[in-house]
């Protein structure tokens, strides 16, 4: 059974020289529980002190935890170690870590700055070099998964999802991200392989899409992805229990129109739909 995802801080006391270490621990599906049997600190002072005297040589103690809140461990990490004065006392072996503490929030000085467009695209160029083992992006992945994630059981509020609309608004994928996101969803790997949606979500669906009209320029698009070999259907036939089973879906009561009668509107629409496609199709025939 999977542990529970509790960051924490500690103490550690090395018996024989008397010194002492306040730390934190952040990292993916920690818990207490690891704390002096499989995980011994981050700091190499402590592990030096280790070698030398053995771990059975230290005192050890659970501080605080933070279930789920790795923020929260770390800000306390940084109040206990700003009250111990650390730079002044040599009886803890925190002083490598206190420039990162003197770094940190409004005193870094990277604090309510920004990258400008040059800097952002010299880091994407440098990371996209670098490859992540299977491992590796596994053990990214469920880092992130479910209660792991920083955002589980949250939302973005309406205006947080505005602007993330303007942000992406205009911004178009290349064809070669566009084919791996389509192979990254794709049968089995899609998350919503071999479920079916319940009749809340359905509704919910339903309603979220009642009275939104597509421009004419997004109509063209889906239908140019739905035509020809892009269709999923392109050189498949039915079989006739599949042609029967959709005949039935659709017969009698089961039918969207059964009982309603379209109006002049409609009507007119419906005929202007076909003359165009008599049209196209004569013109196409005489080019």
């Not at 420039?99 to 920004?114: F, Q, V």
Request: with cysteine.
């Amino acid at each position: 059974m999977k542990k529970e995802y509790i960051p924490f801080t500690y103490r550690v006391t090395c018996i024989p020289t008397g010194q002492h270490y306040y730390g934190v621990r952040t990292a993916a599906g920690c818990h207490p529980d690891d704390f002096w049997v499989s995980y011994f600190t981050s700091s190499d002072k402590v592990k030096s002190l280790i070698e030398e005297h053995g771990k059975d040589s230290f005192q050890f103690e659970i501080r605080r935890k933070f279930p789920n809140n790795p923020k929260a461990a770390i800000d306390w990490e940084v109040k206990v170690l700003k009250r111990l004065k650390i730079p002044h006392n040599l009886n803890w072996l925190n002083q490598a870590a206190f420039p990162s503490i003197a770094l940190y929030g409004e005193n870094n000085p990277m604090y309510g700055k920004k990258f400008s467009e040059e800097h952002r695209k010299k880091l994407s160029e440098a990371l996209s070099r670098r490859k992540l083992s299977e491992e590796t992006r596994k053990k990214l992945s469920e880092s992130k998964m479910g209660e792991n994630n920083p955002f589980y059981g949250k939302k973005f509020s309406e205006e947080h999802r505005k602007k993330l609309s303007e942000a992406h608004l205009g911004k178009k994928l290349s064809e070669e991200t566009r084919k791996k996101l389509r192979e990254a969803h794709i049968g089995e790997k899609n998350h919503n392989w071999g479920k079916t949606h319940s009749e809340e979500t359905r509704k919910k669906l339903r309603e979220a899409n009642l009275g939104k009209k597509r421009s004419e320029e997004t109509r063209r698009k889906v239908s140019e992805s739905k035509t020809g070999k892009n269709n999923p259907n392109w050189g498949k036939k039915r079989s006739e229990e599949t042609r029967r089973k959709m005949s039935e879906a659709l017969s009698g009561e089961n039918h969207p129109f059964y009982g309603k009668k379209l109006s002049p509107e409609s009507i007119r629409k419906r005929e202007e739909t076909k003359r165009k496609k008599r049209i196209s199709r004569r013109y196409g025939m005489e080019s």
